[in-house]
């Protein structure tokens, strides 16, 4: 317990650290542009192929488990949408990324530490915490872009798999996506996704930052940081959950 | 002139250094010498400002480390290079911006300036044809090269080399240990080297201090080596056949 309150004091005393003695703004700009190229526009293609597919099955499903006749077939779209953008675009693709863009973080840090290069980096007089950290941070700040993408692609799956398969027609399922939307549900989605990405950036960047052995431990970081990056999410989602939709 | 007085440092509750105090001179190579697990590391370490010794002191021209405030401690990190055991290059980057990363982070000077001065420590430091290339597609040697020319772009007062010819042959290591001895002079900086490399002992090891588990044990010049009768450095340095024979040799020669 007591070695577990000192890592969460240590996280926040490098975030701390992160916000002090900025690097040269052309460098820094440099950096966030290459974190954007890497933990974004490479996560495109995973994320858009898994949301496309899980919306097929999540709307298959839904269709297939309502024998009831006296349940309308609209609600298939209706589930799908909810499912979509309450939870599996926000919550289930950022424990995906977490895997993906968490262990990818740790890893690169993690290296950098083994290989000497954050020592090389100190003993130059640049603050590390920064120049490392923050253009994660900055970068991850556009992650809801990929949820929206998520979202869409997650819904398209699910229309494509229904139409396509016989299981509604395309005037259901598009009445279910229309029924009884509330626009707050999209806020309380990329409210969450915010948060999610702070903690994508994060925590997989401490877990990096202060791993110590060789490349044995690098390895064991990774899978480290993804667990906790995955149990801080799955908190953080049942704390917002609670906040704004009860 | 870096000064270090009665210098402790300890891990849970080893201590790995022993009120070490010494001095380092401008313009000339300072070896600190010792087994593996001597403290060496530990040493180089607190003298950089990475760990912070329990107790002592390591001054540098006049002023306390332990006396800097963070500006004056980011100031004098700026006039030190150093050049780690496994050259620490950044594997993103390629020789060319490896070497200017310190000027583009630290200075506002024209691109075109950088560009020439990276080229000038490149031909210093012998890297022919090697700019464009990724750390990862370099020889050993280029690499303990090019973080050499890293370390010097900036025009440092301070050098200090962690094991700079760990696993280079012995005639590379050689070329590697005398360019750092050049630029020691060429520069006047002031230059430290770890290392437990004998051949690099006798060859620059215009002071050396000697270090077995954590205390100093003897401190002096290259030449005075065959000389001394410490029983620690002379098992130390005299642990392999050859250098029992040079030791033979140099006796004769001075008689």
Known sequence: M??????????????????????????????????????????????????????????????????????????????????????????????????????????????MRVTEQIDALEVMGVNTYNYLIFPKVVAMTIYPFIIVISMFLGIFGGYFACVT?????????????????????????????????????????????????????????????????????????SFVTNLLLT | MIEVTKLSKKFDDTYVLKEVSTYFEKGKTN???????????????????????????????????????????????????MVFQGSALFDSMNVEENIAFPMKMFTNTHIDEIRDRTNIVIKRV???????????????????????????????????????NSGLDPNTAIIIDNLIQEITQEYQITTVINTHDMNSVMEIGEKIIFLESGEKKWEGTNKEIFNTDNKSISNF???????????????????
């Open chain 1, 2 to 111: 007591i070695k577990f309150i000192e890592h969460v004091g240590r996280y926040f005393i490098m975030l701390q650290k992160m916000l002090e003695k900025f690097t040269k703004f052309d460098v820094l700009w440099r950096l966030i542009l290459r974190e954007i190229d890497d933990l974004i526009i490479g996560s495109l293609g995973i994320v858009s192929l898994i949301s496309f597919f899980v919306g097929g099955v999540v709307a298959i499903q839904t269709a297939i488990n309502m024998e009831n006749p006296l349940l309308p077939r609209y609600l298939v779209g209706f589930a799908t949408r909810q499912t979509m953008i309450l939870e599996f675009a926000p919550t289930f693709i950022s424990i995906i990324m977490a895997g993906k863009v968490g262990s990818f973080i740790t890893s690169s840090i993690g290296t």
């Open chain 1, 165 to 237: 398969g016989g299981f509604t027609t395309h005037t259901d399922f598009i009445d279910g996506l229309q029924l009884d939307f509330v626009p707050f549900h999209l806020n309380y989605a990329f409210i969450k996704t915010f948060l999610f990405a702070m903690i994508l950036a994060t925590i997989p960047s401490y877990h990096g930052f202060f791993m110590k052995g060789g490349a044995l431990e690098v390895g064991k970081a990774s899978t480290t940081s993804f667990v906790w990056t995955s149990v801080a999410i799955i908190i953080m989602n």
């Open chain 2, 31 to 81: 070896l600190i010498i010792g087994q593996s697990g001597s403290g060496k590391t530990v040493f180089l370490k607190c003298i950089l400002g990475l760990f912070s010794p329990e107790s002592g002191e390591i001054i540098y021209n006049k002023t306390p480390l332990s006396k800097m405030n963070s500006k004056e401690r980011t100031k004098l990190r700026q006039d030190m290079g």
């Open chain 2, 126 to 164: 012998n890297l022919i044809n090697a700019n464009n290339k990724l750390p990862s597609e370099i020889s050993g040697g280029m690499k303990k090269r090019v973080a050499i020319a890293r370390a010097i772009i900036m025009h440092p007062n301070y050098l200090f080399c962690d094991e700079p």
């Open chain 2, 237 to 255: 340095v005299y642990s392999s056949e050859l250098f029992k024979k040079v030791r033979k040799i140099y006796a004769k020669e001075n008689k």
